[in-house]
C-alpha cells in the first residue's frame, strides 16, 4: 500500500482529529488514529474517537488501494508536524512474520523515513451513526456566536450532569444556546438567518467539551459554511464538508432558567464594558484574597457605580465609574470572576445592568448587537 | 508621605527586582519589595532579596520626603501592571493605633484607591556590600554571548554545587565562561572589545540562577553599556547604571575543564547546523521513547551522516545529511537532548564536529563568529 499526501494537510487534519485521543486511553487503539483510504474516491479519512468524542476528517491523496489501519496519534502528530512542507509517502506492510494484527507503516519524507508500528483498524471502535436523515442546519456564524456566549458559563464539575453541557433550542426563526453552573447563567438567542429544520421547541443537551473542539474546529471556515446538527436518542454529529463531530447527548431535564430571569426591574445602569472589565480586573487582584467578593455601590444622587474590596489583613481597593442610573441607590455584592467571565464574553462596548433587590440576580445585557442575556446570582454581604 | 511617578517606570522596576521575591518567602517580610526614596536626589530605590539572589533599581520620582518602607511584591505589582499608563500617587502613613511596624500605603489612581498594608523596612535584610572597589568591566554584549552560550548546560540539581554555576575566568583580552553539568561542557570565549579589569587567571564561579536574572536585566540594554562585575570572597555584585544584582558565589573548585578537550582529533564532519538541528528534531520524537539515544553514522566513503533512533516496540526513525566527513567512518551515539541544547546556543549556520574514537567526547565549534567550543560525552550503543 502506499499513499503520497501534502505535508500540510496531513498536518491539519492530524492535528483536529487528534483532539479525540485520550491522554490516557483505555484501550492501546484509542491512542491511535484510524486511516482509511479509498481508491475510487482518492481520500483518506482520519478517525480519533475517546468513546465520547468522535472525530473525522478526510482530504485528498494519491492512494494506491482501499484498506484501513491505525497509527499512534501522538508519535505521528509529533513527527509530521516537524516534517519540512513537501511531499510525504506513507507505506504500510501487515507484519507478516508476527501476530495478524501488526502493520507497519513506514512514512518517507525527502531526508529520512520513520517506521511507525500501528494496529489493526478491526480494534478500533466504529463512531456511533446517527439514525436520522433530517437535519438542523446552523450557519457557522450562529454557532460561533452561539458558542462563545455560552461555553465559559458551563460547570466544570463532571458531577453537575446537565450543567456541564450547553442546551440548544429550536425557536421560531432561531437557536437559543444556554448554559448555568447554578451560579450564573449565559443565554444567547441567534439573530443570524438561514437556521432551518427541527419543530420549534425541539432541545437537546451537548457536553461542553465537545462544543469546545466544535468551536475549534469551525472557527477557521469560510463566512456562509452552514454546519448539519443531526441527533438521536443517544448521540449528535455535526457535520460540516468532510468534517464530522459525533458526540453522546446529556440525558436529564435541563433547568427551566427562562424563569430564572426576572420580567421586572426597579433598578438599571448603563456603562462602558471596557472599563467595568477594567476596573473589576483592578480589584480582583485584592477579592483574590478574600473570596472573591466584590461589592457593587449604585449611587443613583451622582449617577457612580464604584466597586470595592475589603482584604482586611492585606488591605483594600475601591475604583469608581460614571454611569446613566435609575432607580434607587443600592449595596449588591457578587463573585468578582463571573463577573469577568461574562463581561469578556460579550462583544459591544455599551452594556446594562438590571437588578431589584441585593438577594435577587442581576441581569446583563449589550445595548445593541447580540441577543445575549447575562444573569448573576448576587452573594451576602458580610459586615 | 507622598510619591508621584509615572505607571510605566514602577511598572518595569517592580517587575524587574520581583524576580528576586521567593514564592514561598520563609520570613514574611521577603515576600516585600523594599522602597527608599530619597528627597535630595528625587528618586526611588526598590530592592528585593531572597537571601541568595539581590536586585536593586532606581528610578526618578516626585518624593515629598526620604523614607524608608516596604510593600507586597506580588499584590502590588499585580495592581500596577493593571493600571492605566499615567500618573500614580503613593501616600504613605504609619498606623500610629497599632504596634509601631504596621505602615499602609494607599495608591491613587485616575479611577480608584488601593491601601495596602506593609511592614517596616527595619526587618528587610540588607543587600551585602561587596568590600572592593576594584571592578572587572565587561561590554553587554559579551556579556550576553558568554550567557547564551553557556547557561544551558549548568547543571539543575542542587545537590551538584559548583556545577549548577557558570564558571568565569579572566584571559589576556577576554573573559571565558564555563559550564558543565559532567555530561557536556560549553566554553565561550569572548570576542568583543572593552573587557577591563582583573588581573589575568581571576576566576569566580556564580549561580546559574542569578546570571538568568542578569540576562533578563541586560537583554534590553542599549548597545555600547558596560557592566560592572565586583567580588569579595563570598559575594558577587553586577552594577549597570542604576541597576544592582548580588548573589552568592558557588564555592568549591570548578573542574578542570580544559583537560577535557582533546588535543587532537582523528575525524572532522563539517555540516549545516539547522538541517542537523531538524534531523535532531524528528529523531527525537522517537529517542524521547528510548532513552534518548541516537546514533549518528559518520560515513565517509559517501559523505554522509545518518542519524538513526531504534525504539524497538514503537518502531525507529533514520535521517540522512550530507556533510564534507574526513576521517574513518564511525558510529557513535549520545543523549539527543544535550546535542539539540547545544545546538540551539549556536548562532551562525556552518559547524563543525570533530571526534575520535565511539567512546571519547565530541566536539562541536561553529566555523567563524564566536569562539564558542561544545563538549558532548557519548553513551554506549547496546545493540
Do not use: W
Not at 6 to 28: E, F, G, I, M, Y
Not at 68 to 80: E, M, Y
Not at 171 to 185: N, Q, V, Y
Amino acid at each position: 500500500m502506499k499513499i503520497v499526501c501534502s505535508q500540510s494537510d496531513l498536518k491539519t487534519n492530524l492535528s483536529l482529529v487528534s483532539r479525540a485521543v485520550p491522554s490516557r486511553p483505555t484501550h492501546p487503539v484509542l491512542g491511535n488514529v484510524l486511516f482509511q483510504t479509498d481508491v475510487e474516491t482518492q481520500r483518506i479519512t482520519l478517525t480519533a474517537f475517546d468513546l465520547s468524542l468522535g472525530l473525522q476528517t478526510s482530504f485528498p491523496a494519491s492512494v494506491s488501494e482501499t484498506k484501513t489501519f491505525t497509527l499512534p496519534a501522538k508519535l505521528l502528530n509529533d513527527i509530521v508536524t516537524r516534517l519540512p512542507e513537501g511531499e510525504i509517502t506513507l507505506l504500510g506492510m501487515e507484519d507478516e512474520e508476527e501476530e495478524e494484527e501488526n502493520f507497519t507503516a513506514t512514512l518517507v519524507s525527502a531526508s529520512g523515513r520513520f517506521r511507525l508500528r500501528g494496529m489493526s483498524a478491526e480494534e478500533f471502535p466504529s463512531l456511533p451513526e446517527i439514525s436520522t436523515t433530517e437535519a438542523l442546519k446552523v450557519p457557522v456564524e450562529a454557532l460561533i456566536d452561539g458558542l462563545s456566549s455560552t461555553l465559559f458559563a458551563a460547570s466544570a464539575e463532571e458531577a453537575k450532569q446537565v450543567l456541564t453541557g450547553i442546551h440548544l433550542t429550536r425557536k421560531e426563526d432561531s437557536l437559543e444556546f444556554a448554559a448555568t453552573d447554578g451560579h450564573r447563567l449565559a443565554v444567547l438567542d441567534t439573530t443570524t438567518e438561514g437556521i432551518e429544520g427541527a419543530t420549534e421547541g425541539f432541545a437537546v443537551t451537548i457536553p461542553a467539551r465537545a462544543l469546545r473542539e466544535l468551536e475549534r474546529m469551525i472557527k477557521t471556515q469560510k463566512e456562509g459554511a452552514v454546519v448539519n446538527l443531526l441527533c438521536d436518542e443517544v448521540q449528535v454529529a455535526f457535520e460540516l464538508d468532510s468534517q464530522r463531530l459525533t458526540s453522546r447527548k446529556l440525558e436529564g431535564a435541563y433547568p427551566a432558567y427562562d424563569q430564572l430571569i426576572p420580567n421586572q426591574f426597579s433598578k438599571q445602569v448603563t456603562l462602558e464594558r471596557k472599563q467595568l472589565l477594567n476596573s473589576l480586573e483592578l480589584v480582583a487582584v485584592l477579592a483574590d484574597q478574600q473570596n472573591n467578593v466584590v461589592k457593587f455601590s449604585i449611587d443613583d444622587d451622582n449617577q457612580q457605580l464604584s466597586l470595592s474590596v475589603d482584604a482586611k489583613e492585606v488591605g483594600s481597593a475601591t475604583e469608581s465609574i460614571a454611569a446613566q442610573i435609575t432607580g434607587e441607590s443600592i449595596d449588591i455584592a457578587f463573585n468578582v470572576k463571573y463577573l469577568m467571565d461574562g463581561l469578556k464574553a460579550f462583544k459591544g462596548n455599551e452594556i446594562q445592568m438590571q437588578l431589584n433587590e441585593a438577594s435577587q440576580p442581576i441581569i446583563f445585557t449589550p445595548l445593541g448587537g447580540l441577543k445575549m442575556t447575562y444573569l448573576v446570582m448576587p452573594v451576602q454581604l458580610r459586615d
